[in-house]
């Protein structure tokens, strides 16, 4: 019977032991061998990894962390196969448990990038160029070939881009931001259109968008666009020609080297609005941002 009891003792404080040893374990953080440059490392989890290759995939990218027990931790948890495929970045300090929760929650790292107010298509797509850890699958495409991948084909994408922060996770497609930020202008545009005042001489949302950003390049100041607003819907109404500065400049194109000319206001181009009547697709959608709020 003693025998029995200091073998039941025996097992008791094994266990004890076992179970502290692998608390300390999950709770201990993980040393990291971060490339050049870099404190953190890079884990991209493809979709149909196994739990086992990605114990191993994590040991691959630089942690220094038995695959074997982490695959272990994996199973034990019953959050094996919880785990999401995606991009992330392991960081100084976390532990086998904070790898876990990071991979079940989805936690990806994710990038930012920014489109300002008054950019064209060409600088916003200067602007995806430029943005990191993004996949430049617009690269080689024109204009138009890039609005029929958005399911937005013969539409002009200068003003379909709403100005605004987009995150991504890295390795998105610059057209998956792209189709975001069409998206967010569709439904800006759709909700000014439908709080227009009536009996504006404005057709469509797209008039009602090409307008708007007119003004919104007339003048930096929000409180004279109501004012510029008034004129050029005076002379919508009465079948005048708009006149106005920034649409002449936007035909220019890289030709405009910052004085504007009595010729380049009768250089006929589809955006000049001293040439040519409003109305129809005589006048381009030409500026970026509209005043919508």
């Known amino acids: 019977m003693r025998f029995m009891r200091w073998l039941v003792a025996l097992f008791l404080v094994a266990s004890l032991l076992l179970a502290g040893a692998v608390a300390w374990w999950l709770h201990a953080p993980v040393q990291i061998r971060p490339p050049v440059g870099s404190q953190v490392l890079d884990l991209e989890i493809e979709p149909g990894t196994s739990p086992r290759d990605i114990a191993r995939n994590i040991v691959t990218a630089g942690a220094d962390v038995s695959p074997t027990l982490l695959y272990g931790w994996f199973r034990l948890s019953g959050q094996a196969r919880q785990i999401r495929a995606g991009n992330y970045e392991i960081t100084a300090g976390a532990s086998p448990r904070d790898l876990l929760r990071m991979l079940v929650r989805g936690e990806e790292t994710l990038k930012t990038v920014t489109f300002p107010e008054g950019l064209s298509f060409a600088q916003v797509r200067l602007a995806l160029s430029k943005a990191p850890a993004l996949r430049a ?20 994408p200068e003003g379909r881009f709403f100005p605004d922060t987009y995150s991504y996770g890295k390795g998105s497609s610059d057209i998956s931001i792209l189709r ?8 800006r545009l759709a909700q000014a259109w439908a709080q ?3 009996g504006l001489p404005i057709h469509t949302a797209e008039q009602a968008l090409i307008l708007a950003s007119i003004i919104e390049k007339e003048t930096g100041k929000a409180a004279d666009r109501p004012l510029i607003a008034g004129v ?19 035909g220019l194109g890289e030709g405009f080297d910052g004085n504007l000319r009595k010729r380049d206001l009768l250089a006929d181009t589809p955006y000049n609005t001293y ?16 005043s919508l709020s």
């Open 180 to 187: 975001r930020a069409a998206k967010a202008m569709d439904k």
């Open 275 to 290: 040439t040519r009547q409003p109305g129809g697709r005589q006048i381009h959608p030409w500026a970026l941002k509209p």
């Open 232 to 250: 050029f819907i005076n002379r919508l109404r009465m079948g005048m020609r708009l006149q106005t500065d920034p649409t002449v400049i936007y």
């Open 196 to 198: 227009r005042e009536p």
């Open 137 to 156: 699958d617009s690269r080689d495409l024109s204009p138009e070939q890039i609005m029929e991948q958005l399911g937005l084909p013969g539409v002009h």
